[in-house]
């Protein structure tokens, strides 16, 4: 455990109290800050892990490790939690399984994209945590001061200072309620752009004075062309909601999720959220909606991508799309989206959720996103996706 105080004097600025103070430190400082290096990672691809690979056992982590590098990719994508740094107050830092993974990922040549996110119990919002129906929900809910989590990110930053850690991820889909939750007026618990635009700003200037050549994007959208009260906002009207809220210059670019399942990711069509990323009506396309923000030369990184095999709902609905498909469509969606990824124009690497389904929550269809089956037999994707890499140049020779 380490003490709040120690890296406060460590890190070299007050701790400022509200948002206010540090968006007034900020703007005093931020023409000195060098202005973000553009990621040296377009032939380059990634696994999304989630925090499957924190919890693991050493040789477990070293085996998992291992068939990653195997597959080719220079990513992992892995969840750096708040609640689990700091489960109980706002004073003690617990680094010990993030030290051992950083070490590991490190020895094995692979970068780390670190989503930071989630919300201890002590720092949330009180109105969205009494509102919260459960302990897994209130994590969800926005912090109660933007400061805090900038603090957090910037602490992290600092103790990995140098380290493999080369591109940070502020937050996991905050356009959908299921991962972020801001209390209303009446009582309701919904997304709220403006409310995540203060904390990726407060976490993106602290981590860029220990990371300052590194990559940050803002939390991967998931896809949602039907947006329903009070599940979420469809991605590209909460894009053109956020980006006038973020300091630009601290970012290199936007996160996005761009599942296409069932369909292959090359279909023409205003539902396919690979499509979307850069083609069709210009109320989906996240490409004109990033220009009409000025945001035209900033990179789009694909934070999560894949296809599940296992699910509960096989035909689509008004409202839904199956939530699996087979194997063989899972290898096809997968390896096509690599190559189809690298031909859009300034992007970031794609990273494919996930490399195995062990250890992968099992419910819905979570639990078959993994190119291995829980007893560790590949499914047809992990091949075909170590093929693609190697065709498109982005896969470890």
Known sequence: MQNRNTIRKQIGRPYLTGFKALAILACATIMTLPTPA??????????????????MKPNDLER????????????????????????????????????????????HGLKILAMVAYTPAWARDPACAAAAKNEQAAQKCEPRDPEEFGHFAGAIAHHFAGKNIRGW??????????????????????????????IANAAAWNIRQFNSDCAIV??????????????????????????????????????????????????????????TVDNGDEKYNLRTVMEKNGWDTKEIWATEYGASTEGL??????????????????AAIISDGVEAW??????????????????????SNEGGFGMRRPD??????????????????????
């Not at 809220?245 to 069509?269: M, Q, R």
């Not at 560790?376 to 020779?397: C, E, F, I, N, T």
Request: proline share 7%; no cysteine.
């Open 38 to 55: 553009r990621a040296a990672t377009r032939n380059e691809s990634g696994i999304a892990t989630s925090a499957t690979l924190i919890w």
């Open 376 to 397: 560790g037999s590949k499914k047809p994707a992990y091949d075909q996706y170590k093929q693609a890499v190697l065709d498109v140049g982005v896969g470890r020779q």
């Open 342 to 363: 690298y031909r859009k124009r300034n992007v970031g690497p794609l990273f494919v959720h996930s490399d195995t389904d062990e250890q992968l929550e099992d419910h």
């Open 218 to 275: 803002t939390g991967g959208l998931s896809p949602m062309f039907e947006p329903r009260y009070p599940k979420g906002m469809r991605q590209s009207d909460y894009l053109g909601t956020v980006l006038p809220h973020l300091e630009k210059d601290l970012f290199t670019g936007i996160g996005i999720h761009p599942y296409s399942w069932p369909v292959l990711p090359t279909l023409a069509a205003d539902y396919n959220a690979f499509y």
């Open 64 to 107: 998992r490790l291992q068939d990653i590098d195997a597959l080719g990719a220079t990513w992992v994508r892995v969840d750096f939690s708040w609640p689990a740094i700091q489960p109980t107050d706002a004073d003690t830092y617990d680094w010990e399984k993030y030290d051992r993974l950083v070490e590991a990922s490190s020895a």
């Open 313 to 330: 709902r096989a035909t689509r609905t008004r409202w839904a799309r199956p939530d699996h498909v087979t194997e063989s469509q899972q």
């Open 169 to 198: 991820e502020i937050w996991n889909e905050p356009n959908l309620s299921g991962y972020w939750k801001s209390a209303q007026s009446d009582g309701k618990l919904y997304v709220d752009p403006l409310a995540y635009a203060r």
